[in-house]
């Protein structure tokens, strides 16, 4: 359900750069007419001032700089709060990403929305653990350094090093 957030928070936002962002805007709209239909008019003047924002960063070079990482953190939790009211919510959260906010984007954008990437660095006898479909815990042997960075799909782990899936020990 996070993740589902969190891709719908950034397609959102992406889409607000877009010509269809009207189209993007009624779909959020629809989301809050299901579970607070007296907030759907200010959930669109809001989305309008997102889209001046998100213009504006774009003229000035950073499209996808600090205001837009701000703005898509402010929607994931808008839109979390929205899921926590109603959970139902969730099916039409995925059709309205589907359907109607990732086609707008580019082929690019899309993927960034689908996939996500988390790094880590540790040093000494520093430890990171990493949360998404399962929990994988890094351990980082003494000299330091990373170990595993980029992780997709299985994990295995020997020792003090992490392999990537299939196993790759020597």
């Known amino acids: 359900m996070e993740l589902l957030v969190m891709a719908a928070a950034q397609a959102l936002v992406a889409a607000m750069a877009t010509d269809g962002w009207q189209r993007a805007q009624a779909g959020a709209a629809a989301l809050w007419r299901r ?4 907030r759907v008019l200010a959930v669109e003047a809001e989305l309008e001032e997102v889209r001046d924002e998100v213009l504006a960063a774009h003229r000035a070079g950073a499209g996808d700089g600090p205001v837009a990482h701000s703005l898509i953190d402010e929607w994931q939790r808008k839109l979390g709060r929205l899921v926590a009211a109603d959970p139902g919510i969730t099916v039409e959260m995925r059709r309205v990403l589907d359907e109607e906010w990732l086609p707008l984007l580019s ?4 993927a960034a929305v689908r996939s996500i990437t988390m790094t880590a660095t540790a040093s000494g006898r ?7 479909r399962d929990v994988v815990q890094v351990k980082i042997a003494e000299t330091g350094g990373v170990i595993a960075d980029d992780i997709h799909g299985g994990v295995n782990t020997t020792g003090n090093r992490t392999l990537p899936y299939p ?3 020597a």
């Open 167 to 169: 196993d790759q020990r």
């Open 35 to 38: 579970v607070h239909p007296e």
């Open 126 to 132: 520093g430890q990171v653990i990493q949360a998404g």
């Open 107 to 110: 082929a690019a954008k899309q």
